[in-house]
Structure formats: C-alpha cells, structure tokens
T-cell receptor
Framework: KAGVTQTPRYLIKTRGQQVTLSCSPI?????VSWYQQTPGQGLQFLFE???????NKGNFPGRFSGRQFSNSRSEMNVSTLELGDSALYLC??????????FGPGTRLTVT | QKEVEQNSGPLSVPEGAIASLNCTYSDRVSQSFFWYRQYSGKSPELIMS????GDKEDGRFTAQLNKASQYVSLLIRDSQPSDSATYLCAARSRNSGGSNYKLTFGKGTLLTVNP
C-alpha cells in the first residue's frame, strides 16, 4: 500500500506571499491531520479533516487554512507568509484506528 | 493546555545496551499513546502504540503504560547504532474545546547509540 505523499517537498517563498501544500493520504484513510514542526516548538497540531469537514483545529492564526476533497486529498494554505512560518509541514493520515502515519513533509523556507 | 513531557536528552547508550525513554502526560482521560521515531531530516515513523496499562512488546521494543501515574515509556533492547534518532511520545488528548481529540506530541528525546 502506498504511503502518505506530500508535494512539494521543498519550497522557498518571500514574506507576504501565500503558499499551498498538498497531501494525499494512504488509500482508504479518510482523516488527514496537519502539523507544523520547528526546532523550538516541536510538532504543533494545525487541523484535522475528515470526510471533507474540518473536525479539529489547533491554536494557529486564521492565515492557516485547509480543505479536504472528496477523494480525501487535502491541501493547506498559508497566506501573508511571515519569517516565523519557516518550518517542516507534515500531514498524517489515519483510518479507523487512532494511529497516524506521516508523509515525508514539505520544508518551507520564508525569506 | 494538555501537555506531553519528555526529557530532551541527549541519551547516550552503548551498542547492545537497553535504552529507556520516558514520557509523562497531563490529560488524565488520554486513552491512546504512541511512540514515533524520527531520523534527522526525515518525518516521524510510528513504531509502537499502546492503549492498556502494562507492557506491550514488539521485537526489540517494549512500550509500558501506567495510567495512574500518567506515564509512558519505551524500552529498546540490544540497541543498535541504527536506532540513533529522536523518539517522540504522543498522547491522544482532548482539544481545547473539549469535544474533539488530537494527538499531542512531546518535543522528543534524542537517542545516540555508540558502537
């Protein structure tokens, strides 16, 4: 079974721009969660989508948004990028259990 | 704020020794616990899940859960240099609104296994 895939793997953006990241879950998994990982803060939960609905949300500003499509693929968008948004963005999919399986991540650098 | 705490390390053990990684959590109603391994520059990889008090063994790995003490641990027997990584503990805990659950991660313990 193919794992979670994320595109792009690396991204360099300028402050003020916006960015869209994509995640395709493991086949059959309907839940997709997004995380931001930085050296200082560790893994921070952004939001979770299930069956095209946001089921859960972390403590991030409204500049961070997401959506999920009918095929369970998910995108997250960050608008008006700030230097502090530089991080590894990870998505994880889960099926009927609580286990989450991570994709390889998107490394975002904001200059 | 529901938290998961881990000793950041680094924890250094010789090859062949037992590595012991510890984690505490604050949300008393957490029911599911996970250990992930993350190599430098890679994403986290699920290695163990545990739901009931006691021990759960999988190969060289043993997860231990004590809900009364809100404590989770991971033992790695016969440690190998390839086990050198950051180990993340996660607990399924209530989100701030109280009605939904999310995984809360500790900041990880860096393990170094010396040949």
């Amino acid at each position: 079974k193919a794992g979670v895939t994320q595109t792009p793997r690396y991204l360099i953006k300028t402050r003020g721009q916006q960015v869209t990241l994509s995640c395709s879950p493991i086949s059959g998994h309907r839940s997709v969660s997004w995380y931001q990982q930085t050296p200082g803060q560790g893994l921070q939960f952004l939001f979770e989508y299930f069956s095209e609905t946001q089921r859960n949300k972390g403590n991030f500003p409204g500049r961070f948004s997401g959506r999920q499509f009918s095929n369970s693929r998910s995108e997250m968008n960050v608008s008006t990028l700030e230097l502090g948004d530089s991080a590894l963005y990870l998505c994880a999919s889960s099926g009927t259990g609580d286990e989450q399986y991570f994709g390889p991540g998107t490394r975002l650098t904001v200059t | 704020q529901k938290e998961v705490e881990q000793n950041s390390g680094p924890l250094s053990v010789p090859e062949g020794a037992i590595a012991s990684l510890n984690c505490t959590y604050s949300d008393r109603v957490s029911q599911s616990f996970f250990w992930y391994r993350q190599y430098s520059g890679k994403s986290p990889e699920l290695i163990m899940s545990i739901y009931s008090n006691g021990d759960k063994e999988d190969g060289r790995f043993t997860a231990q859960l004590n809900k009364a003490s809100q404590y989770v641990s991971l033992l790695i027997r016969d440690s190998q240099p390839s086990d050198s990584a950051t180990y993340l503990c996660a607990a399924r805990s209530r989100n701030s609104g109280g009605s939904n659950y999310k995984l809360t991660f500790g900041k990880g313990t860096l393990l170094t296994v010396n040949p």
